[in-house]
């Protein structure tokens, strides 16, 4: 399996020449799906209508395929003045504990809910300062909060790879989707407690609980009312905003990422399905990670679609002044749009000014600078609801790999058809227009620098070695692909060893490689949101390389353009395996590297997100494509050992 990144530290000293290449196209394929929006108010490019979207909405998080396991246990209760605390273990999916505080107004009820799901406030969680001001000014005000730690944080967190785990991908889960379950999961559990009015049950979340209660409101119509704060934006500036340049989060964020989101509609479109239900968007003016242009355009969007059905009058939006996250203006606007929609009032109460709980870090990572630094470890807390934290990492990718060994055991051999939908559409072809800049002869080789504009705003740079052979013995040609790109590649010992023994050479900087070097997590996670992730854009490049060989004219040395092959190395070894599937041109290939896709599902792993597209394991494993390819040679896992004997059956597969 790869070893970890491919790539080499030389790639951080100079920034490449077309660093700006492949952003620049994520971008514009952002911006040309949110076009596709009907102007009088249709739907995504994937839907047609409100019942369509929500269906391709939870596809997109995996929310039918969690195995669930509702669960639920009352561990204390803590009375406060106005209200009650009752700490509560639940469970929405299997393995994966939820901590959470339920604060209970007192006086008659049934009273009015809410479910708060924090966003990244890591160390906390729900038992931040100010998650803690806002739940317990609701509750002083007649509103139960049921607030939990959300996935990787609080109680559930053990160190800093949080909400990082690739392998739930590869069998269609999402960490998002995950997400919202426990949010559904808590809407169940107040449906079902006598002291909770079940017709009035509302989420709120700011930040990343806000990303995650959109969903969450617009699939769950016992959700009445929903306040989305501090979160929303549109998808292109989500993208350029919120993500390029700053790492999604130090490259482990993946719970932003949702696959497909841009085919299933805008954020105005989907945010407008909570209607009739009532809707509060709250932004603040100070906040660049999520600028308040982004949001006045969502804002301006949900006005046209509900104005057109009647129903504007279920939706409202604030500005507030200020940063990121509940600070005290926030809190009080949010606050009191829930209690005039759930309770019918306006606030009686004021914040007491203090909370109930103490925090369990007394610096977390968002208030520490060099003066103030990060404490270095938490503190007891009456708050807790477990006996200790526990990591959610591992329960998330058993999950995953419980779900991997049904789906190999349910997997229908591979298909052209297949194929086609596991890796998504391709563009038309466009003329490559190959241009040689630059032309060397070796002792042992000549050698070529070329391009090659694969389609539209995407140029590869290339270079081809060719054998000093002129006969009529033609060469063999070998396209050999590395996450470094054409100059890591010519150092491999597989090239080498190819040149020596007369092959002719391709070696391309695909997308995002070599030349066109960018962050590879950014690029991947960003990818994942369009109708064609990095995964598919890299076997197009491959696949127009095979188109350039196929068509190469010369008047000079020739290549036996019936025997061209594909190596991948590293985490390009599946790019190479699904180039060759695709491409029946493609006489033989190797994956140098890879042996299945069910051994990447760990816990941690730094290897490119590109490899966990969406649900491809419903569609087929590694040897499960090895066949499809067959009777061509296809290879998975060569040691080093065994590349002179692969590169001889690439060469001559009728005598291997």
């Given amino acids: 399996m790869p070893k970890g990144p491919m790539k080499s530290f030389a790639e951080l000293l100079t920034e490449p020449p077309r660093g700006a290449m492949v952003p620049d196209f994520v971008l514009k394929r952002a911006a040309e799906l949110a076009a596709h929006s009907s102007p009088s108010g249709g739907f995504g490019p994937a839907t047609a209508s409100r019942s369509d979207l929500k269906r391709h909405l939870r596809d997109a998080l995996g929310l039918d395929r969690i195995e669930q396991d509702r669960k639920y246990s009352g561990i204390d209760r803590i009375a406060a003045d106005g209200f009650d605390v009752e700490k509560i273990v639940y469970q929405a999916a299997r393995g994966l504990q939820v901590p959470a505080l339920l604060y209970l107004p007192h006086g008659k009820g049934p009273h009015p809910a809410v479910v708060h799901p924090p966003g990244h406030w890591m160390e906390d969680a729900k038992l931040a300062a100010n998650i803690q001001s806002f739940n317990q000014y609701l509750a002083s005000n007649g509103i139960a909060v049921l607030c939990y730690d959300t996935l990787g944080q609080?109680?559930?967190?053990?160190?800093?790879?949080?909400?990082?785990?690739?392998?739930?991908?590869?069998?269609?889960?999402?960490?998002?989707?995950?997400?919202?379950?426990?949010?559904?999961?808590?809407?169940?559990?107040?449906?079902?407690?006598?002291?909770?009015?079940?017709?009035?049950?509302?989420?709120?979340?700011?930040?990343?609980?806000?990303?995650?209660?959109?969903?969450?409101?617009?699939?769950?119509?016992?959700?009445?009312?929903?306040?989305?704060?501090?979160?929303?934006?549109?998808?292109?500036?989500?993208?350029?905003?919120?993500?390029?340049?700053?790492?999604?989060?130090?490259?482990?964020?993946?719970?932003?990422?949702?696959?497909?989101?841009?085919?299933?509609?805008t954020v105005g479109e989907i945010l407008s399905c909570v209607s009739p239900r009532q809707l509060l968007v709250a932004n603040a003016?100070?906040?660049?990670?999520?600028?308040?242009?982004?949001?006045?355009?969502?804002?301006?969007?949900?006005?046209?679609?509900?104005?057109?059905?009647?129903?504007?009058?279920?939706?409202?939006?604030?500005?507030?002044?200020?940063?990121?996250?509940?600070?005290?203006?926030?809190?009080?606007?949010?606050?009191?749009?829930?209690?005039?929609?759930?309770?019918?009032?306006?606030?009686?109460?004021?914040?007491?000014?203090?909370?109930?709980f103490n925090p369990q870090w007394e610096v977390p990572h968002n208030r520490s600078s060099a003066e103030l630094p990060q404490s270095a470890g938490p503190v007891d807390s009456t708050g807790t609801c477990l006996p200790q934290p526990i990591d959610s990492n591992g329960p998330v990718v058993e999950l995953a790999k419980r779900r991997a060994d049904l789906l190999r055991k349910q997997r229908s051999p591979v298909t052209a058809d297949g194929l086609g939908r596991a890796l998504g559409p391709f563009p038309e072809r466009t003329p490559l227009a190959a241009r040689v800049t630059?032309?060397?002869?070796?002792?042992?080789?000549?050698?070529?620098?070329?391009?090659?504009?694969?389609?539209?705003?995407?140029?590869?740079?290339?270079?081809?070695?060719?054998?000093?052979?002129?006969?009529?013995?033609?060469?063999?040609?070998l396209i050999v692909l590395d996450e470094g790109g054409k100059g890591e590649a010519a150092k491999l010992t597989e090239v080498r060893h190819a040149q020596r023994e007369g092959w002719a050479v391709l070696l391309p900087d695909l997308r995002g490689t070599g030349?066109?070097?960018?962050?590879?997590?950014?690029?991947?996670?960003?990818?994942?949101?369009?109708?064609?992730?990095?995964?598919?854009?890299?076997?197009?490049?491959?696949?127009?390389?095979?188109?350039?060989?196929?068509?190469?004219?010369?008047?000079?040395?020739?290549?036996?353009?019936?025997?061209?092959?594909?190596?991948?190395?590293?985490?390009?070894?599946?790019?190479?395996?699904?180039?060759?599937?695709?491409?029946?041109?493609?006489?033989?290939?190797?994956?140098?590297?890879?042996?299945?896709?069910?051994?990447?599902?760990?816990?941690?792993?730094?290897?490119?997100?590109?490899?966990?597209?969406?649900?491809?394991?419903?569609?087929?494993?590694?040897?499960?494509?090895?066949?499809?390819?067959?009777?061509?040679?296809?290879?998975?896992?060569?040691?080093?050992?065994?590349?002179?004997?692969?590169?001889?059956?690439?060469?001559?597969?009728?005598?291997?």
Wanted: proline share 4%.
């Fill in 154 to 265: 609080g109680e559930r967190r053990i160190g800093w790879h949080q909400h990082g785990q690739l392998a739930p991908l590869l069998v269609g889960l999402t960490s998002l989707g995950l997400m919202v379950n426990d949010s559904l999961a808590g809407v169940d559990l107040l449906d079902q407690r006598d002291e909770i009015d079940s017709a009035r049950i509302g989420i709120v979340g700011a930040s990343g609980g806000g990303f995650s209660s959109i969903f969450a409101s617009v699939l769950d119509e016992r959700i009445s009312v929903a306040a989305i704060v501090c979160m929303v934006n549109t998808h292109l500036s989500q993208i350029r905003d919120a993500a390029f340049g700053t790492g999604w989060d130090s490259w482990v964020d993946l719970c932003n990422q949702l696959p497909t989101l841009c085919t299933v509609g």
């Fill in 285 to 356: 003016t100070e906040d660049p990670g999520f600028p308040i242009g982004g949001a006045r355009e969502v804002v301006h969007e949900i006005r046209r679609l509900l104005e057109r059905e009647g129903t504007d009058d279920t939706f409202d939006y604030v500005e507030v002044p200020g940063g990121h996250g509940l600070l005290p203006g926030m809190r009080h606007a949010v606050a009191d749009f829930l209690i005039r929609k759930l309770v019918g009032t306006q606030a009686c109460s004021s914040e007491s000014g203090h909370v109930l």
């Fill in 438 to 477: 630059n032309h060397i002869s070796f002792p042992d080789l000549h050698a070529q620098r070329l391009t090659l504009s694969t389609e539209p705003g995407i140029t590869l740079d290339v270079v081809f070695t060719l054998p000093l052979n002129w006969s009529d013995h033609l060469a063999p040609v």
């Fill in 515 to 656: 030349e066109s070097a960018t962050s590879e997590f950014e690029m991947a996670t960003a990818a994942w949101m369009l109708d064609r992730d990095l995964l598919n854009q890299r076997v197009w490049d491959t696949i127009r390389c095979v188109d350039f060989l196929s068509d190469r004219y010369s008047s000079a040395q020739q290549i036996d353009k019936g025997r061209i092959a594909v190596w991948g190395t590293g985490a390009l070894g599946l790019v190479a395996l699904l180039a060759a599937a695709m491409d029946r041109r493609v006489a033989g290939v190797v994956a140098r590297d890879l042996q299945t896709l069910e051994e990447l599902m760990s816990s941690e792993r730094p290897i490119s997100p590109m490899l966990f597209r969406h649900n491809l394991l419903e569609s087929f494993d590694l040897p499960e494509l090895a066949d499809y390819i067959s009777p061509r040679m296809a290879m998975l896992a060569i040691d080093d050992d065994e590349v002179g004997s692969a590169l001889a059956k690439l060469r001559s597969p009728e005598t291997a």
